[in-house]
């Protein structure tokens, strides 16, 4: 946080509901796959004047899986739609660098950024489960570090890719009959250990300049990744401390890439459970563990953790797991949350169903803002991803009465200023490789 900044506010879109049983309480969205529902979303998001709405992805189904991943929309499909029923708010979606062609996935988004008027980001994720392997030939996703390799080289051959038109390359100029410039469009020519990509590509550069770029690892290479490429980076966190203390590494390590500090927003992810009293949301809190299926949340605690949980008693303490191979920002989840005294396998497993381990701030909107200032203004955060219980109805309660409490504490916008996604979170226009730089200007190394 600098100075007199306002935080960054942006929703995880997971229409079911990110409760495991959100779908189930009256008047709550049921299906993934409802546009009307997502609209809805979207919407309410930019009343609210939120920076931008989150879709996550992942490339397998199971029916034991949580309601909202069984089935949904390719993230940047719906983002597209989405882009012609909204005017300002940012659109965020994900998609592997492990199983996607740096070209594909360079016109996917800047075709959406065009779409939108420049308020595209692509959430970067290096899939690691094996059931998503198994949909692209595989019998096992790549290793953990090399897949943040391979992770790398596509986003420089993305970004170049971006980068292959400078402004002003079209020129449609009817006199002449000069369409383009052919000087302002260039060939990439990369060649490296995973990708080799000519370019240029089909796709002209936006007025936001390239996407914005999210990620959300929390390994050694994920968070040396995100120091390196990310815009914005998704955590999740629940001891203030500890959040404090991954935010000034977070900076440190930036700025030692080349980097602005304030050219990287850290966003934990918040589970809202709001109540007209603290004593409502309490009661209403109560209510979502009573809610939590068994088998669904025992399903989603081991994904998180990359292991089988099945055979743990519940009622013991939170049993010593051998490293995974492939999962890391739960598992430190895990360890803060086991330290607490007391602390079952079966309050881990609660609140893994409840709130998918993102921090739960619980009462009414003011007690909520008191929480969320606390870690905005002593260097805990940027902001926050709002992770939604259920849709329309704790959400709508967060816009609805959250928001305008931020907004009287002068801690969030009560307009839009810009238009872009760069606009809402800050960044920086990048410069072009190709062009020359400007009279006075320094190029922008990673982002």
């Known amino acids: 946080m600098t100075e007199g900044s306002s935080m960054h506010l942006g929703v995880f879109c997971m229409a079911t509901g990110n409760h495991v049983a959100g779908w189930r309480l009256a008047g709550s969205f049921t299906s993934n796959e409802d546009i009307a529902a997502l609209t809805h979303i979207a919407k309410v998001a930019e009343a609210g004047k939120l920076d931008f709405i989150f879709a996550a992805d992942g490339l397998s189904a199971s029916v034991g899986d949580h309601p909202g991943t069984i089935a949904r929309f390719e993230p940047f499909t719906l983002m597209s739609a989405l882009s012609m029923r909204t005017h300002r708010i940012g659109l965020i979606g994900t998609a592997s660098s492990t199983y996607t062609e740096p070209y594909n996935l360079a016109r996917l988004v800047s075709s959406l950024d065009h779409l939108s008027g420049g308020r595209a980001g692509w959430n970067v994720v290096t899939t690691s489960t094996v059931q998503a ?157 009573d809610m939590v299926d068994a088998r669904s949340a025992l399903n989603t605690l081991s994904e998180r953790l990359g292991h089988d949980m099945s055979g743990y008693d519940l009622d013991a303490p939170m049993p010593e797991l051998p490293p995974s191979a492939h999962i890391h920002s739960y598992a430190a989840v895990v360890r803060t949350l086991a330290r607490r005294p007391g602390c079952t396998l079966r309050d881990i497993y609660n609140i893994f169903a409840v709130s998918r381990a993102y921090l739960v701030a619980c009462g009414s909107p003011a007690t909520i803002a008191d929480l969320m200032e606390e870690w905005f203004t002593s260097g805990a955060c940027d902001g926050f991803m709002v992770v939604p219980a259920t849709f329309p109805g704790t959400f709508d309660r967060f816009v609805e009465g959250v928001v305008p409490e931020l907004q009287r504490r002068r801690l969030f916008r009560s307009a839009y200023v810009g238009r872009t996604l760069r606009d809402h979170l800050g960044l920086d226009r990048p410069a072009n490789r190709f062009a020359p730089p400007a009279a006075g200007a320094s190029r922008d190394r990673g982002a």
Not at 154 to 168: A, H, I, K, P, Y
Not at 248 to 258: E, P
């Open 133 to 289: 392997a198994a949909n692209f030939g595989a019998e096992a996703p790549p290793e953990h570090d090399l897949r943040y390799e391979m992770a790398a080289e596509f986003v420089e051959v993305v970004q170049g890719l971006w980068d292959s038109w400078e402004d002003g390359a079209r020129l449609a100029d009817r006199d002449s009959g000069r369409y383009v410039d052919p000087a302002k469009i260039h060939a990439l020519d990369h060649k490296g250990r995973f990708f080799a990509v000519k370019g240029p590509l089909n796709s002209s550069r936006s007025c936001q300049g390239r996407p914005v770029i999210v990620q959300a690892g929390a390994s050694s290479a994920g968070r040396a990744f995100a120091s390196r490429y990310a815009e914005a980076i998704f955590t999740v966190q629940q001891d203030i401390e500890e959040a404090r203390a991954f935010y000034r590494q977070t900076k440190q390590d930036v700025a030692a890439q080349g980097r602005a500090p304030d050219q990287c927003k850290i966003l934990p992810g918040l589970f809202p459970v709001i109540g007209r009293t603290d004593e409502e949301a309490r009661a209403t809190l109560a209510g979502f563990v």
